[in-house]
T-cell receptor
Framework: GAGVSQSPSNKVTEKGKDVELRCDPI?????LYWYRQRLGQGLEFLIY????????KSGLPSDRFSAERTGESVSTLTIQRTQQEDSAVYLC?????????????FGPGTRLTVL | QKEVEQDPGPLSVPEGAIVSLNCTYS??????FMWYRQYSRKGPELLMY????GNKEDGRFTAQVDKSSKYISLFIRDSQPSDSATYLC????????????FGRGTSLIVHP
């Protein structure tokens, strides 16, 4: 079956604009995670969903960042009033469930550049 | 000090060499230890995971965990140019949401 998909693959925006990033998880995966990866850095956890609720939002850097998920399907990560330090690759991953260890499957990421 | 430390490299080796990649960590609650491979402009993919201490082998890859030293390793035997990628270690505790903490990754270059 299809893997995790993300769109757009690349996004260039001007400082101060809002952007919306989309993630389509693997069908049947109830847990979905968003990460940020700055150049040369590891993955920084942002938020995760179990179903359409977000038990852990602790990684969101500021109130400019928000995310939502529709049922056990698509999720969108929204960054308002983008800043240059938001430039990074935003990765989404999904897994069967979050209540035990399960392999996380990653999408290819969205490369965001804020000018 | 970060919870997970990993040398970013780059590590350059000739084809056929044995490669050793390592991470150290500080959180004694970590029980799951993972190695991901990430090719340029791609998402990470899980190579291996180990629960608690010990060794695990899969083909040319061997993962080792030494919890007493808080040190994990990934060995790649008979390295190939196709192994050229960034290798990220990750680890998580038991319970909660199993959200892994990642190292910054080591860039590996295997030249023919």
């Amino acid at each position: 079956g299809a893997g995790v998909s993300q769109s757009p693959s690349n996004k260039v925006t001007e400082k101060g604009k809002d952007v919306e990033l989309r993630c389509d998880p693997i069908s049947g995966h109830t847990a979905l995670y968003w990460y940020r990866q700055r150049l040369g850095q590891g993955l920084e956890f942002l938020i995760y969903f179990q179903g359409n609720s977000a038990p852990d939002k602790s990684g969101l850097p500021s109130d400019r960042f928000s995310a939502e998920r529709t049922g056990e399907s698509v999720s969108t990560l929204t960054i308002q009033r983008t800043q240059q330090e938001d430039s990074a690759v935003y990765l989404c991953a999904s897994t069967l469930m979050s209540s035990s260890y399960n392999e996380q499957f990653f999408g290819p990421g969205t490369r965001l550049t804020v000018l | 000090q970060k919870e997970v430390e990993q040398d970013p490299g780059p590590l350059s080796v000739p084809e056929g060499a044995i490669v050793s990649l390592n991470c150290t960590y500080s959180n004694s609650a970590f029980q799951y230890f993972m190695w991901y491979r990430q090719y340029s402009r791609k998402g990470p993919e899980l190579l291996m995971y180990t629960y608690s201490s010990g060794n695990k082998e899969d083909g040319r890859f061997t993962a080792q965990v030494d919890k007493s030293s808080k040190y994990i390793s990934l060995f790649i035997r008979d390295s190939q140019p196709s192994d050229s990628a960034t290798y990220l270690c990750a680890m998580s505790g038991v319970g909660g949401s199993y959200i892994p903490t990642f190292g910054r990754g080591t860039s590996l270059i295997v030249h023919p």
